[in-house]
């Protein structure tokens, strides 16, 4: 008998199953269920930002399936001290570190601070992605004395606070200062401060502006002795302490975060757990996007891959499927690998409309879940015209100019991609923008890697061979079928490998016109990458 299939099957629902029977263990209302995500106010928002809202909002989305209230808390730590300039930005902007980034004007001057310039171009991705949120400022929920209970209660236990991170990470910084950094008078900064007494009576901590070593340099500070009102928002709490007041305070059920931030997380849950009295929310880890060179993908080493570069090349929902197809493992990413996640949510689109079908029941369900999910609960009534990526790259790249629809519709319809009347719409021009957009930069596409057997690999050569002397589409198309028998391969599966290559999907228009369409040369070059990629391959 076949396990029951929770909600629409994905990870997403069975977190959700696991968040309601815990919160009921716990006694605790599922009146409504919060979920959050950090929103950084401190560079650019890249691709990894967003997951933390995609795959918190999915968790929402799952528990709204299971019909309870969820929503999902974007807090925008817009109270942080800027650690670095990040690359591209203004050197100018050397004199502001220490600063909170709300007190940093915005050197684009768009927005009231540099802080809201940049948790705003996240805001606009969530927003591109349909993901609802309620926005929440640290700042605002430090002058509106939201934290104050749990400023309170950490600062008069600031000693046991001390005392688990030490045990937690060896570090002995707040076993003599307070956990929390009070913005100097006089100078602005904030990590520059050392939190020295507590005065309860008073709400107010003494401090001392000393200075503070950020990111491998040396900060100094201005000497100022000073005293911050807890309860006026003059000063924040640290990391050791603060996500954990947020918790308590904004009754938070969920929460992902990335292994980079695990050891804070794990000091945290102890100082809601032993010093708050609140169970710390349910959590999943996540590891981070790495470049093709290997590093972390990241805001401050300048090599920064935003949701708008996404969005100018790809679809909304195929970013979203790339954030929730997956929860753990790291992963390589770059710019070229959009075309791949558009084809894949074709893919899954064809198996939400039956076009396609699978035999396990509950890889089905899952895969039909994960297609609702990258469309945030409101999939499309009907199924879309859909183009290979690399076709449409190709067409944008071929058509005549201020005749690029006519020549692009003319020829989708000899491919058979659209009947002999049928249009473009809305869909398929959106697509042909990201195409035009990809040609625009690029130039070209990067074919689908593909493992050949030694036999593919010989007839894979033959082919070339034969391209550069055949200019007829019907000797290519017969070509192409009696190369794959003459090296005892079944002409179905070398055609399926030769639009792979080609195409990103294992089948398209008629092959012998295409390749002339595309252009030999292009077709040779393609092939030859994909040959000289599998020379460490051996046959079976």
């Known amino acids: 008998m076949s396990k029951k299939i929770i909600g629409k099957g994905t990870w997403y629902d069975k977190m959700a199953a696991k968040i309601i029977e815990r919160e009921r263990k716990l006694g605790r209302s599922l009146d409504l269920i919060r979920t959050e995500m950090g929103l950084g106010a401190s560079g650019f928002p890249h691709i990894g930002s967003l997951g933390d809202a995609a795959r918190s909002y999915a968790v929402t989305l799952a528990l709204k399936e299971q019909n309870y209230r969820s929503e999902l808390i974007a807090f925008c730590d817009d109270k942080d001290g800027l650690r670095k300039v990040p690359a591209g930005l203004p050197k100018s902007l050397e004199k502001y570190l220490g600063f909170p980034v709300s007190d940093i004007p915005d050197p684009f001057n768009c927005h009231e601070s540099y802080g809201k310039h940049m948790s705003s171009l996240l805001l606009e991705a969530l927003d591109k992605c349909s993901i609802e949120y309620r926005y929440v400022s640290a700042k605002e929920t430090y002058e509106k004395g939201i934290l104050n209970k749990e400023v309170e209660t950490l600062l008069l236990n600031a000693k046991r606070v001390g005392e688990i991170v030490k045990e937690e990470v060896g570090q002995e910084r707040y076993i003599e200062v307070l956990p929390y950094f009070p913005i100097c008078e006089n100078c602005g900064r904030i990590y520059t401060t050392k939190a020295l007494e507590y005065l309860p009576k008073e709400d107010k901590v003494l401090y001392v502006c000393e200075g503070m070593e950020i990111r491998g340099r040396w900060i100094e500070g201005c000497g100022f002795k000073g005293e911050a009102n807890v309860k006026k928002g003059e000063g924040k709490l640290s990391w050791k302490g603060e996500f954990a007041a947020r918790w308590k305070a904004l009754d938070i059920r969920f929460e992902a975060y990335g292994k980079d931030i695990a ?4 000091i945290n849950d102890r100082i809601c757990r032993e010093i708050l009295n609140y169970e710390p929310p349910s959590h999943t880890m996540y590891e981070m996007f790495l470049d093709k060179s290997g ?15 996404w969005f100018r090349y790809g679809s909304p929902q195929s970013l979203l499927l790339l954030m929730l197809k997956r929860f753990v493992g790291t992963r390589t990413l770059d710019v070229t690998d959009i075309p791949a996640y558009m084809n894949e ?20 369900a899952k895969l039909r879940g994960l297609y609702e999910y990258c469309w945030v609960m ?10 290979p990526y690399n076709l449409l790259t190709f067409l944008a790249k071929m058509a005549p100019k201020e005749k690029e629809e006519e020549f692009i519709t ?16 809305e869909n398929l021009r959106k697509r042909i923008e990201y195409a035009f957009n990809w040609i625009r930069d690029f130039e070209e596409i990067k074919e689908t890697p593909v493992t050949l057997t030694l036999e593919e690999k010989e007839a894979v050569k033959e082919l070339i061979e034969t391209l550069k002397i055949e200019n007829e589409a ?26 792979t290559i080609l195409l990103g999907v294992p089948q398209g228009p008629r092959l012998g016109p295409y390749i002339l369409a595309m252009g030999k040369q292009n077709v040779i070059n393609a092939l030859e990458r994909t040959l000289k990629s599998n020379n460490h391959i051996k046959s079976n």
């Open 263 to 266: 050891d804070s997380v794990r």
């Open 295 to 309: 590093r972390k993908i990241s805001k401050s080493t300048g090599n920064v891959f935003t949701p708008q570069v």
């Open 345 to 364: 949510l074709d893919y899954l689109e064809d198996i939400y409309f039956g076009a396609k079908t699978l035999k396990d029941e509950k890889e089905l």
């Open 378 to 387: 409101k999939p499309p009534s009907k199924p879309s015209i859909k183009v």
């Open 410 to 425: 003319e020829k989708l319809r000899s491919y058979g991609y659209l009947q002999k009347d049928q249009t473009l719409d």
């Open 474 to 499: 019907e000797k290519i198309q017969n070509a192409i079928f009696n190369t794959a028998k003459k090296h005892n391969i079944q002409p179905a599966n070398f055609f399926k490998t030769l639009y």
